[in-house]
């Protein structure tokens, strides 16, 4: 099947990295019968998260051309993720990564990430005039829903090797941050982040990074409405799926509960 003006579409509407999310996932049903779509199921290559997403996209293709059945639908409908509990690194497995990093730019990219919460997509994206020093925030621009955001520079190492690589960067390119011919790849950036965890014995990656943003913030007693607003979520239900209550904070929460009670 031919996606070619469902994904001329989204390339108009959504954000570049939506566009090639779909575009990826698309690949995946070339001939989108029941059987076939079954098959990608049975298939343990992917994860379930991975599967439900795919399947989402899908969905929406085949309802834009007006060719989804219900077989089909009920499929879609009726799949399950098996949502498992991504792993969150502590602070010390943060700053055994950051020992690794060897200049001004990756540091400032890492702390972006583990300090203010960027996605890899946003990093990526990033130009020199959305920095403001002078006032330390960042703006954001065409994040995930296509928003900009307005974002302040808090933690001292944002502050201190943001402001080491901006001045130290002798070259007129417009991307923030850049290798030896310009503006760094988004596949790099996913390679280059999964890589330093994985030299390290770690099964983290950059998103990992967002995740301690978020558990930071929940360890530091930031009301949960508060933490959603500086992830820009649009709801909270997506932001406590970012938290991992650790097993001293369930006894505490417990031992509150039940103070006093007798056998």
């Not at 989108?32 to 599967?51: D, G, H, R």
């Not at 933690?155 to 991307?175: C, F, G, I, S």
Request: hydrophobic share 40%.
């Amino acid at each position: 099947m031919d996606y070619s003006e469902f994904l001329a579409e989204v390339k108009v509407l959504r954000s570049k990295a939506t566009y090639e999310g779909y575009k990826a996932a698309l690949k995946h049903f070339p001939n989108p019968t029941k059987e076939n779509i079954m098959k990608y199921i049975e298939n343990p290559k992917f994860s379930s998260s991975t599967k439900k997403e795919r399947l989402r996209i899908l969905g929406t293709a085949l309802r834009w051309y007006n060719k989804m059945d219900r077989g089909i639908e009920r499929i879609i409908k009726g799949y399950r993720e098996n949502k498992t509990v991504e792993p969150c690194p502590t602070n010390e497995q943060v700053e055994l990564a950051w020992n690794q990093l060897g200049n001004n730019r990756d540091r400032a990219m890492f702390a972006l990430m583990a300090y203010n919460g960027l996605r890899i997509g946003e990093v990526h994206a990033l130009d020199r005039a959305d920095v403001d020093i002078e006032h330390n925030i960042l703006t954001v621009r065409g994040t995930k829903g296509k928003h900009d955001a307005i974002i302040p520079l808090i933690h001292p190492r944002v502050q201190k090797y943001l402001y080491a690589w901006m001045t130290e960067r002798h070259d007129n390119y417009k991307a923030l941050f850049i290798g030896p011919n310009g503006r760094l790849s988004y596949g790099f950036l996913k390679v280059k982040f999964h890589e330093l965890f994985r030299d390290l014995g770690m099964e983290f990656h950059a998103h990992s990074l967002r995740r301690y943003y978020a558990n930071s913030m929940y360890n530091a007693g930031v009301p949960l409405q508060d933490m959603s607003v500086a992830m820009r979520h649009a709801n909270v239900s997506t932001t406590m799926r970012y938290l991992n209550i650790g097993q001293q904070n369930v006894v505490a929460a417990l031992q509150r509960t039940f103070a006093g009670a007798t056998a």
